[in-house]
């Protein structure tokens, strides 16, 4: 049943991530077309400003999503490592594997995002977050590969 339930979410964070994409190419796609916005007055410029700071701000969101999800994503494997088939627990570590670089790979994003914006109390927060994500990740998967190859060596 634990199994099942596992399955259950982790089908449904699989659609999220397809999701996300969307939404990632979206972001890249609005911050571009806020480039391209006039700025010939002095009023279209503090508006060209104003939306490209909103459209980079909710660019540095979306990835912040998926490395928060790939992380909690991180946890059910763990699960599956330690409460799964035990055959299978070099596909638990391999999955692991895909997460951290999910998380860092979103984390990059992030952190590429945040050199553009001017709010240094949100940028601040996020890259704080991003920190904690990122250690979180290598722990995560570097925990789970020293359980299983003790296991393996044994």
Do not use: G, S
């Given at each position: 049943e634990l199994m099942k339930h596992i399955s259950r979410l982790s089908i449904r964070q699989q659609e999220l991530f397809v999701e996300y994409i969307d939404r990632d190419s979206e972001a890249y796609d609005h911050v571009f077309g806020c480039f391209k916005l006039p700025k010939s007055t002095d009023e279209e410029k503090a508006a060209r400003s104003a939306a490209i700071q909103e459209a980079t701000r909710f660019a540095?969101?979306?990835p912040m999503q998926v490395a928060r999800n790939a992380c909690e994503l991180m946890e059910?494997?763990?699960?599956v490592a330690r409460l799964g088939n035990q055959n299978a627990i070099t596909d638990a570590c391999?999955?692991?594997m895909a997460a951290r670089s999910a998380v860092l790979g979103a984390l990059l994003n992030?952190?590429?995002n945040l050199g553009s914006l001017k709010d240094i109390t949100f940028v601040d927060e996020l890259k704080r977050e991003a920190d904690h994500l990122?250690?979180?990740?290598?722990?995560r998967e570097k925990e789970l590969l020293e359980v299983v190859n003790q296991e393996l060596n044994q």
């Open positions: 540095a969101l979306v059910i494997i763990a699960d391999v999955a692991m992030v952190r590429i990122e250690q979180l990740a290598c722990m």
